[in-house]
């Protein structure tokens, strides 16, 4: 149980484009979901905080206009990057908190992102 | 200043030796779970602590939570190659919000 999906895994876009990706909690429901941002060697760094039926709450220096997200179900939460740039390479990943659990998330497996 | 403070952040050991990670705060945490995440891949899920002075075992990993909710330690027996990975401490301060360490790079060669 407790199954996160993401997609795509990775994806490769040209600078001035955009990327949708996906996150679906597979067997459970999530009324809340959480982006991340991960550069290489690093930790996790929240990006916002995805609310089904509601707007999205953005960590302090995200542009919320460039990172678009969407929680339009119980199951699926998308993020688009608008307009990329090379600076936007990186590898995203999402986690969803089942409604049932009260601090626990489980994540996705990532996507890679690589802008040209 | 970073909230969660790993120690070691980098570990390399021989296959057969003992280790323990530690994460540290002087913040009470509501819970605190720790992940294991491989190159290219999400955290997985080890385990949930949240009573102060809990301990858990998973196979060969225990885990504790500190009696007041301020530290947690994860110590590996008999660690084997398999247990390559970067281990992840994230805690919860009463929102959804995790906040994790820097996490701990562990190397264990054959």
């Known amino acids: 149980g407790a199954v996160v999906s993401q997609h795509p895994s990775w994806v490769i876009c040209k600078s001035g484009t955009s990327v949708k990706i996906e996150c679906r909690s597979l067997d459970f429901q999530a009324t809340t979901m959480f982006w991340y941002r991960q550069f290489p060697k690093q930790s996790l760094m929240l990006m916002a905080t995805?609310?089904?039926?509601?707007?999205?709450?953005?960590e302090q220096g995200v542009e919320k206009d460039k990172f678009l997200i969407n929680h339009a179900s119980l199951t699926l939460s998308t993020l688009t990057v608008t307009s990329a740039h090379p600076e936007d390479s990186s590898f995203y990943i999402c986690?969803?908190?089942?409604?049932?659990?009260?601090?626990?998330?489980?994540f996705g497996p990532g996507t890679r992102l690589t802008v040209l | 200043t970073q909230l969660l403070e790993q120690s070691p952040q980098f570990l390399s050991i021989q296959e057969g030796e003992n280790l323990t990670v530690y994460c540290n705060s002087s913040?009470?945490?509501?819970?605190l779970q720790w992940y294991r995440q491989e190159p290219g891949e999400g955290p997985v899920l080890l385990v949930t602590v949240v009573t102060g002075g809990e301990v858990k075992k998973l196979k060969r990993l225990t885990f504790q939570f500190g009696d007041a909710r301020k530290d947690s330690s994860l110590h590996i027996t008999a660690a084997q190659p398999g247990d390559t990975g970067l281990y992840l401490c994230a805690g919860n301060r009463g929102s959804e919000k995790l906040v994790f360490g820097k996490g701990t790079k562990l190397t264990v060669n054959p």
């Open positions: 913040s009470v945490f509501s819970s």
């Open positions: 986690s969803a908190k089942p409604d049932s659990s009260t601090d626990t998330q489980y």
């Open positions: 995805s609310n089904e039926g509601s707007k999205a709450t953005y």
